[in-house]
């Protein structure tokens, strides 16, 4: 299988999860707080096994660069799940998609990183696309709080890419930085399992374990995604895997579309003519953007 197919079934995989967790938020989960928990300890299993499996040199600055990269992680899955929640996931991941945007204005501040003129030019069609993805019917441009988390996942996202960037290329392996950040993301969240003990309790009473394994085999199934895009990166051009990634927004969109002529019942966006148009140009914006951005 060729690199470009990887990217792409990564990316669809991707997107496939974030149409679930939606659909998980709507019809299974009551507090976002409780996917993101059972998300961050899935996530350190993961990282202990990974750990286990292939032996690491675990030195202070792995172990360091893993927490503050978990904090990362967390707060972006945090703000996504409040997100997604709270508004149609096909205008959510756009938002999320200009990650890139911050990350060059951080790559610039704190790596000394010079933007060129198509990153510029990316910039203005990440900051266009992610206006225009916001424009609601009933709200007009004026952006909710959906759009604001979506954002501040973007952002954490972007730290979290900057911190596993340079822990990289300080001669870190690959799978030792991914298994200490979800090692780190699962510490983080233990003193939310404390806060919201009751709310699991409570999940658990009224829908059962099913619950939980489904955001379990979502997080599993990141996993996959992670692993082929890996793979990706490792045999073809790691600029043009990254451009095939961005379009994710794009998979979410048809994915929305598809389950909302078909399967209503399980989920149900916006799909007039109108609002179709607008979130195609603002998803082209994004994916164009993105890919200028991050050549």
Known sequence: MSWVELSLIATFLWASINVIDKVLLTK??????VSLIILSMTGLVVGIVFILFRPTAFTAELAIGGLIGGLFYFGANYSYFQAVKQDEVSRVIPIINTAPLFLVFLGAIFLGEQLTLFQYLGVVLLVGGAVLISIHKSFGIRPNIAFWFAVGCAIFFALNQLETKY?????IDFWAVFSSIRIGTGIVALPFIVKHWNDLKAQYHEKGVQSYALVTGTELLNLVAVLLFTIAVSE????LVNALSSVQPLFVLILTIALSVFLPHILSEEIGKKTLGLKTIAIAAIVIGSILVST
């Not at 299974?28 to 707080?33: L, M, T």
């Not at 073809?236 to 600029?239: D, R, S």
């Open 167 to 171: 822990l990289l290329e300080v001669g």
């Open 28 to 33: 299974f989960i009551k507090h976002p707080v």
């Open 236 to 239: 073809g051009p790691v600029t």
